[in-house]
């Protein structure tokens, strides 16, 4: 039981308090409700460009590290199709310090020419070393586009084209911090040894003064339902073939969510699980495979991708796991249901060990619409039957639903 | 109204508070460390053998005999040892470096009974079936093929394998065609010798209480000794670190992998933390002089770092990035001259004050919570022989260093002509 407590203030902020007396650290988590998909489909990129951009200093403090790391601290974020998470780990005596950098960065940035024009080339060097200085880095860029026609989820969070990146210029920054970056739209999370008064008395002081601001509206078109089968075919230079398929599922508030991330689980986690033992052990069609879902907000993905053990034909080793979605709810028996609950509960408890991974949950969970989520969500797993597992792939398994990337070796 | 360009007030702890682990001793000998930590219902052990690479006859023996250890005992099948693991939620990780190899098992303590039993008949009764071997080696000449195609991996190659030379235990690296020569009686012979109690210490971490130890002990407590009865070696001859310059040609790459280093020393030199601070200075968190410098100040990386990478008996300096092709040169240049900024320049009070509040706070990281806490002892472990006094040390070290101090290190031991530097990408950019 994760126990805590929320206030909001004025200005639309909401605060969370999760009270740990066991460690010398404090986490401070702020989740902004913006992600890829809030971006123009002629600036794709830009929400995580924007997130280098929050380190160039804001409108009082030049530097934003520096003073962090005075006070001991550490820090880090990610943007995600649908947010972008700001951490800290700092000791308890200079929890102030957090606060103090946080609210500036939120009340207004420095919007410097010379940190965009230096952020836009960290920014190109990364996409060049994630995605396409890896083999097989471009697999999402083309797959995205495939599943998606429509919902802004058709392109990756790194942006569909670094062109994008290099156009943008510093009033879209600035349009875009005063769009979405604002106390209204943003849950900050305090884990650790903890006072609620301190955390108000801190919250109050620094980020009461910030005004709400008038935040974007989420109009986001609704991806039409998918009526045919979608493979496409690109040749790369690596050393094996690949597969990606990839399935519409349902959105992540939906009372089957967590009945399709058990498929997956089913199908690919830990070792005795079935992709592996069939495809990879038993008919060696792979080298690897994995499934997973993109546990986005919207309507997500559930994807098989695996690398192909040498001379397999692509199209015998989708075959092949085709065959096993096919086979998955007619196989199925309690068993192997309560096997992949107990992975999951296992791997949910051991989430609790740590500070930081508590204090994202509790953020995102609130923004889900509560942040007591993180205390009913193994019970929501327990709950599905293998009748649940039944009745939904077999939509969820239907060729029509299914979008292929056939990733080619160049012969050599 | 709020002053917002004042700095909030920050005070540092003078001392490190850390609880020791609680030392057993099994029936057979074997050491037990427990940290008892933590509100969650959950426990790891962690199985350190003296079986590292280093020990091996022939290239992947080790790392065969640990990853196959699962797949098959003389009571299940490798199949029915998966889905035991899976069923119960738990966890299980096998790593095997140059000098040692450690399973690692995960599990919530209500399903700790069913999951160390198992662990305990993996450990001492497998039977290496010669089909999960052939599968294994092709999934492993797989992978490193894939590994093979990044220039990351191809300059970490090229550089550990010449700075210790590629017939040292240190240096020494597998290639894809090991894979179809290792064999199940190399298999059998290594785990014979190595996986015995003479060689094993135990760490059990979690909620720990007397019934979890006692399963230790039942589990345990009857492993037999391995029939390598050398001693535990203290002590590897290295010679002089390799030098110079090495390029691995990859065609069409859009970045180049750069690594610079030389060996060092292990965590037991008297240089250690003052060296350790001065690498943190260079490149070993977010604000270092070089990441301010290529990262921040030119954009031709997303990312730069230095560290220490610790052996028992050596360590190894680094400094890692990727960089845009046609940055390859400037970014190398930049590298040597910050390394001649730290030899000539004091460092600045400000900046060196920085680095001790920022340091602390990462020691801190370290501690904070059971399994941290187990990976840091387990450290203390592996290159400290246990002496808890290298984190009293460390403290102290970083809270009285100067910057004259310093800039003694790095004339010892940043000097350009003893780097050896590698690059791997394409010459034509």
Known sequence: MVEFHRFSLENGLKVIVHQDETTPIVTFNLLYNVGSRDEDPERTGFAHLFEHLMFGGSVNIPVYDEPLERAGGENNAFTSTDITNYYITVPRENLETAFWLESDRMLSLDFSQRSLDIQKSVVIEEFNQRYLNQPYGDAWLLLRPLAYKVHPYRWPTIGKDPKHIMDSNLQEVKDFFFSYYAPNNAILCLSGNVTIDEVKHLANKWFAPIPSREVKPKNLPKEPTQIEQRVMEVTRSVPFHSIYTAFHMCHRLHPDYHVVDLISDILSNGKSSRLYQNLVKGKELFSSIDAYITGEIDEGLLVVAGILNKDVDPYDAQGAIFEELQDLPKSLNEQELEKVKNRLESTFTFGLTNSLDKAMNLCYFELLGDANMINTEVERYRKVTIADVQRVSSRLFNVSNSSTLIYRAEKR | ?429
């Open chain 2, 1 to 429: 109204m709020i002053n917002r360009t004042i700095p909030s007030p920050v005070s540092m702890p003078q001392e490190l508070h850390f609880t020791k682990a609680d030392v057993h001793t099994l029936s057979n000998g074997i050491k037990l460390l427990v940290i008892n930590k933590g509100d969650e219902e959950v426990c790891r052990i962690d199985l350190v053998f003296h079986a590292g690479s280093r020990y091996q006859q022939v290239n992947l023996q080790a790392n065969a005999a640990l990853m196959l250890m699962p797949e098959g005992t003389t009571n299940n099948t490798s199949k029915q040892i998966s889905e035991h693991f899976d069923f119960y939620g738990s966890f299980l990780n096998i790593d095997v470096d140059k000098d040692y190899a450690t399973l690692s098992l995960s599990s919530l303590i209500k399903h700790f009974p069913n999951c160390i039993e198992m662990l305990g008949e993996i450990v001492r009764t497998p039977v290496y079936p010669d089909k999960e071997l052939i599968l294994w080696s092709q999934r492993g000449k797989h992978k490193l093929l894939v590994e093979l195609e990044k220039t990351s991996t191809l300059a970490g190659r090229a550089f550990f394998g010449t700075l210790f030379g590629k017939t040292h235990p240190y240096g020494a690296m597998a290639s894809p065609d090991d894979y179809d020569i290792i064999a199940q009686p190399q298999l059998r012979s290594f785990h014979s010798s190595r996986i015995g109690s003479n060689f094993l210490i135990i760490i059990l971490s979690g909620k720990i209480g007397e019934h979890e130890i006692a399963l230790v002990e039942k589990c345990f407590g009857n492993l037999t000794k391995g029939n390598d009865m050398s001693p535990i070696p203290n002590g590897i001859a290295v010679d002089a670190s390799g030098r110079g310059k090495v390029f691995v040609e990859k065609p069409n790459a859009v970045q180049s992998a750069i690594r610079v280093g030389r060996i060092l020393f292990p965590r037991t030199h008297p240089d250690y933390p003052a060296f350790l601070i001065l690498n943190t200075i260079l490149g070993g968190y977010f604000g270092s002089r070089l990441m301010r410098n290529i990262r921040e100040d030119k954009g031709f990386t997303y990312g730069i770092n230095s560290f220490l990478a610790p052996f028992r008996h050596s360590g190894v300096f680094a400094i890692a990035t990727e960089v845009g092709a046609a940055y390859t040169e400037p970014t190398l240049k930049e590298i040597y001259s910050e390394m001649k900024r730290l030899r000539n320049e004091p460092i600045a009070d400000d900046e060196l004050l920085l680095v001790k509040s920022y340091l602390m706070g990462e020691i801190l990281r370290n501690f904070n919570g059971a399994f941290p806490m187990a990976n840091s002892i387990i450290k203390l472990l592996y290159y400290n022989e246990l002496d808890y006094s290298f984190y009293d040390n460390l403290f102290k070290t970083i809270r009285t260093i100067t910057s004259d101090r310093l800039m003694e290190m790095a004339n010892k031991w940043l000097i350009e002509e003893e780097m050896l530097e590698c690059v791997a990408g394409s010459r034509e950019t």
